[in-house]
């Protein structure tokens, strides 16, 4: 589910705690979460209802300024209506896991195994390394630049950069990535065990 910079500010105020979408199918599920840009979403309920059901009270709570505007945004989409009751639910773990850089033999030995499951269960064969390698070498770089250094197809990274990412060892930027402190620690731990 897409949100606005400005959905998501009101969320984690807690101004907005609808949202309404029309899709094919929802995107979302009740009872799941959702990272973004501010955290994580803690997503309450998801329900389709009919254009009539909406009332002029969850037009406030999605943070519109009349139901006409609401309506109005939702008819020029296609799709079921759905109500989705949304609230913040604090900041997003990776963000405190990329800063810890104090790992100790537990953890590494974890991290290890996580990695090595992911070079397992890559077609392309084992590629962890290699990427953290060129991310530390080549920091904010474009994916499709950091492809060429790497190898590998550039969407091919990017989904599996975020894998790296969700083990808080690397960080995302608006143009690239570069190592966590967490993933510039257990990188030397790696180089070190070759």
Same mark, same amino acid.
């Given at each position: 589910?897409? +949100?606005?910079?400005?959905?998501?500010?009101? #969320?984690?105020? &807690?101004?907005?705690?609808?949202?309404?979408?029309?899709?094919? !199918?929802?995107?979302?599920?009740? &009872?799941?979460?959702?990272?973004?840009? #501010?955290? @994580?979403?803690?997503?309450?309920?998801?329900?389709?209802?009919?254009?009539?059901? #909406?009332? @002029?009270?969850?037009?406030?709570?999605?943070? /519109?300024?009349?139901? =006409?505007?609401?309506?109005?945004?939702?008819?020029?989409?296609? &799709?079921? %209506? /759905?109500?989705?009751?949304?609230?913040?639910? &604090?900041?997003?773990?990776?963000?405190?896991?990329?800063?810890?850089?104090?790992?100790?033999?537990?953890? +590494? $030995?974890?991290?290890?195994?996580?990695?090595? !499951?992911?070079?397992?269960?890559?077609?392309?064969?084992?590629?962890?390394?290699? @990427?953290?390698?060129?991310?530390?070498?080549?920091?904010?770089?474009?994916?499709?630049?950091?492809?060429? /250094?790497?190898?590998?197809?550039?969407?091919?990274?990017?989904?599996?950069?975020?894998?790296?990412?969700?083990?808080?060892?690397? %960080? =995302? $930027?608006?143009?690239? /990535?570069? +190592?966590?402190?967490?993933?510039?620690?257990?990188?030397? $731990?790696?180089?070190?065990?070759?």
């Amino acid at each position: 589910m897409l +949100l606005t910079n400005a959905e998501l500010a009101a #969320i984690q105020s &807690g101004d907005v705690t609808l949202v309404f979408r029309r899709w094919k !199918r929802p995107t979302v599920k009740s &009872g799941s979460s959702l990272r973004t840009a #501010i955290g @994580v979403l803690a997503i309450e309920s998801v329900a389709k209802m009919e254009r009539s059901q #909406i009332a @002029v009270g969850d037009a406030a709570k999605a943070g /519109y300024r009349s139901l =006409s505007d609401l309506l109005g945004n939702l008819d020029s989409r296609e &799709g079921e %209506i /759905y109500r989705i009751e949304i609230r913040f639910a &604090g900041a997003d773990p990776r963000i405190e896991l990329r800063e810890n850089d104090r790992i100790g033999e537990s953890d +590494l $030995h974890e991290i290890r195994a996580r990695l090595a !499951r992911l070079d397992a269960s890559s077609k392309l064969g084992a590629w962890t390394v290699s @990427v953290l390698e060129a991310i530390d070498e080549h920091p904010r770089v474009a994916a499709a630049e950091l492809s060429v /250094y790497t190898g590998f197809e550039k969407a091919w990274l990017k989904e599996n950069v975020r894998k790296l990412k969700n083990l808080g060892l690397t %960080i =995302s $930027h608006q143009r690239g /990535y570069e +190592l966590s402190p967490r993933g510039r620690t257990v990188l030397r $731990h790696l180089e070190g065990d070759a």
